[in-house]
């Protein structure tokens, strides 16, 4: 696995390279892409118990719902340099309007999901209000992070 990526880094252009190099050394980069990383964590403990609805735990979901709502607004100032493109297109740059709209309306429906579950005792409660997160992560996506390689 790791000889292949080796092999993988110095087959790709220059240019693709740095792109993926410049995502550990920027403190920016990284603190966005931390925060990232535990959304994913927390979406994945919230959309396990979706899928499988008997491991359920109102805590545990709870927990995560409080976690989003309140680390949402934590990665945007972490845009300002748009030197510093990491894993993000240079539509954040271009296009500052919609990438503000997705980030409001992600602090939106983090709070909501989160003011639901808080007063939920069941599952069946609160999962109209965690399909919206995901779609918000996917739509802000889209448009401003690259694609996975
Ligand atoms: C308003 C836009 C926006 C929203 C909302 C958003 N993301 Fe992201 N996400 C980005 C951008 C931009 C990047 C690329 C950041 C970088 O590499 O500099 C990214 C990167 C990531 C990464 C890769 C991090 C890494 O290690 O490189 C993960 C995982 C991720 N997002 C998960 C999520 C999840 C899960 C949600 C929803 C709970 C979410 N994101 C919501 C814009 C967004």
Redesign the pocket.
Known sequence: MKIKSLLLTAALPLTLTLAACS?GANPD?SA??DV??D??DA?GVMGGMAEAPDTFDLAKFQENAQF?AESANKPWAHFSDKNEL???TDA?WSNPDE?KA??EN?QKVTAELNTVAQNATTLDEILPALKP?GD??QS??ED??KPND
């Open positions: 995502g980069v966005r892409q990232m990383k959304w994913k979406m989003l990491g894993g993000a954040i990438f997705e980030t992600f997160v918000s992560c802000c996506h401003f992070k």
